[in-house]
Nanobody
Framework: QVQLVESGGGLVQAGGSLGLSCAAS????????MGWYRQAPGKQREMVAT???????NYADSVKGRFTISRDNAKNILYLQMNSLKPEDTAVYYC???????????????WGQGTQVTVSS
């Protein structure tokens, strides 16, 4: 069993900053890609940023230059630093982890429960 627990969400003024964390625990084996996804009310869930075990990153166009994803492989923690926040960033942010190595029986794709980020104007 792999568990992901997000933290750091909250209310922030537009233009402000907020940092999110995602702690992975349980029967973790070879986490490969981790990522942040978000879903606003009435909207489809979208990818925000992903990062591989070798620190290759990918960002949604809407957050490039403002958000930074990083990870601590030793501690199994994923981070998302959000700067210059906009009201349209308001959403529930979810942590995701994919891994398990080359053997199919050990692979996993796990989601956290989400953390609310609200950006006021």
């Amino acid at each position: 069993q792999v568990q992901l627990v997000e933290s750091g969400g909250g209310l922030v003024q537009a233009g402000g900053s907020l940092g999110l964390s995602c702690a992975a625990s349980g029967n973790i084996f070879r986490i490969n890609t981790m990522g942040w996804y978000r879903q606003a009310p009435g909207k489809q869930r979208e990818m925000v940023a992903t990062i591989t075990s070798t620190s290759s990153t990918n960002y949604a166009d809407s957050v490039k230059g403002r958000f930074t994803i990083s990870r601590d492989n030793a501690k199994n923690i994923l981070y998302l630093q959000m700067n210059s926040l906009k009201p349209e960033d308001t959403a529930v942010y979810y942590c995701n982890a994919v891994g398990g190595g080359p053997i199919a029986a050990y692979r996993y794709n796990v989601w956290g429960q989400g953390t609310q980020v609200t950006v006021s104007s």
